[in-house]
């Protein structure tokens, strides 16, 4: 027997069917605020990844040398490759340039309860357009999302890591040092770095910057602990808050949170992490703001803004709340009543399926009664059964499964009458 790889997941038909209702809520929300879908590879070059991802990502790639020896890596995100598609390809198109993808991407962790190693993420991105509207366009499809799925405990924590980083006064390499032990809050890791670069004065306010979370009174708190730096990050956050009100989105829905870090190291501005407080350990059901990547991949400078929800996170934040509709079962099971019948049976069902009915027939030779024990047990809503005498009379049984009641109708009202009675 074999075994599935650590940190991986079979689904069956009803989970699928859950993982498509919440995909299939992403891909109309994208759609609705005109969001276009564009696809990359599965894999990439491994420098895509090691030039600007972070340690985060990169300790965790799944990364090896393909058969001519190049190093390559399954992807563990999205924003790379679409950032390398937008240099090579996509900067030629109108601004904005606003794209999503879904499918999944591969890291490699510790799995448990909504952490695996192979995860799937619905990811948009808005190129080149103005910082402020992007952002909030881009946080008002990500709470979107999550509203057109049904859930109702949406809380969406935003920061600012331009803020934070004119604050560092350091290099690139020590400044993401910093970020990271934030990031994890790891106050000793932080007090180590900060003691290497003999800023330990540093330590006190940074603590306590990221431990200020709120409404807009946060914001002054914090300007309060920055003494000066990062006011114009402030203001920003303040009108971001006046434009998600615009959209519509409730107030409840986020908070402003200046410990929202993030583990990746291409964020530059407005950060944001969003959380189903049902979820336990791993609540983060998806992450993203404003970052630089073009430069860095040899495009021009360019406002690049977007985030990740992890589908496999949201499935478990839906049910717990209980909010997917059952999944569909098959509209009708057609039964031959004796073996002449077959054929017929099979007119009906191509009839059927032609229509855009989910229809099945027996594959095994199982008699009526069997049949309608199986129709049954796949929770069919109505078994068609097709005999000899109503066949010559023009028509076919009718069986409604749920309630039993069973009638003659004309096959040539047939796929009329099954439209409406499951329109009901
Ligand atoms: P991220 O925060 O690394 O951001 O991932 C986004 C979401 O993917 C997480 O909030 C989580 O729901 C899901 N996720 C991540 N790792 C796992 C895992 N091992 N198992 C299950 N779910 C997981 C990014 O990936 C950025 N590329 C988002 C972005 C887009 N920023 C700008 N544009």
Redesign the pocket.
């Known amino acids: 027997m074999f075994e599935r790889p650590r940190g991986t997941n079979d689904w069956g038909p009803e989970d699928m069917a859950r993982r498509r209702q919440v995909e299939a809520a992403f891909v109309r929300t994208a759609e609705s605020f005109g969001f276009r879908e564009v696809g990359t590879p599965m894999f990439e070059s491994l420098e895509l990844f090691t030039a600007k991802s972070g340690p985060t990502i990169v300790n965790e790639l799944y990364a090896f040398k393909d058969r001519s020896g190049r190093d390559v890596a399954l992807r563990p ?3 790379a490759s679409i950032l390398r598609f937008y240099v090579a390809d996509l900067r030629s198109r109108p601004k904005p340039v606003k794209v999503y993808c879904a499918g999944p991407a591969f ?1 490699y ?1 510790e799995p448990q309860k ?3 190693r192979e ?1 799937y ?1 619905l ?1 948009a ?1 808005i190129i080149g357009g103005a910082p402020l509207p992007s952002d909030a366009e881009t946080l008002a499809l990500a709470i979107g999302t999550m509203r057109a799925i049904g859930l109702k405990q949406v809380r969406a924590r935003i920061g600012h890591l331009g803020m934070l980083r004119s604050y560092l006064p350091f290099g690139p390499p020590d400044q993401a040092a910093i970020l990271h032990a934030l990031d994890k809050k790891d106050f000793a890791a932080l007090g180590a770095e900060l003691d290497r670069l003999g800023r330990s004065d540093l330590g006190g306010p940074l603590r306590d910057l990221v431990g200020l979370s709120g409404d807009t009174l946060v914001l002054e708190k914090a300007q309060e602990i920055l003494e000066g730096t990062g006011t114009e990050a402030f203001e920003y956050l303040r009108k971001l808050s006046e434009h998600l009100h615009g959209y519509g989105v409730d107030p409840s829905d986020f908070t402003f949170d200046m410990g929202v870090v993030r ?2 190291d291409y964020y530059t501005g407005m950060v944001f992490e969003i959380d189903s407080p049902n979820l336990g350990a791993e609540k ?6 404003a ?1 630089s990547l073009a430069e860095i991949f040899g495009g021009e400078p360019v406002q690049q803004t ?5 589908l ?2 949201l499935v478990l934040a839906a049910e717990a709340e209980g909010v997917l509709p059952p999944s569909k079962a098959l509209d009708a099971f057609v039964v031959p009543i004796g073996d002449g019948m077959r054929d017929r049976a099979l007119e009906v069902l191509a009839m059927l399926r032609a229509a855009g009915f989910r229809a099945d027939v027996d594959l095994v030779g199982r008699g009526p009664s069997k049949n309608l024990d199986h129709a049954n047990a796949l929770g069919a809503r109505h078994a068609i059964l097709v005999g000899e005498r109503e066949w010559k009379g023009g028509s076919v049984a009718v069986r409604d499964m749920v309630t039993g009641a069973q009638r003659e109708v004309s096959r040539k009202t047939l796929v009329e009458g099954l439209r409406s009675a499951l329109s009901r």
């Open positions: 995100e999205f924003t890291r962790e909504g952490r695996y995860f993420q990811n991105e583990g990746l983060q059901v998806g992450g993203g703001g970052y977007g985030f990740a929800l992890g496999d996170r």
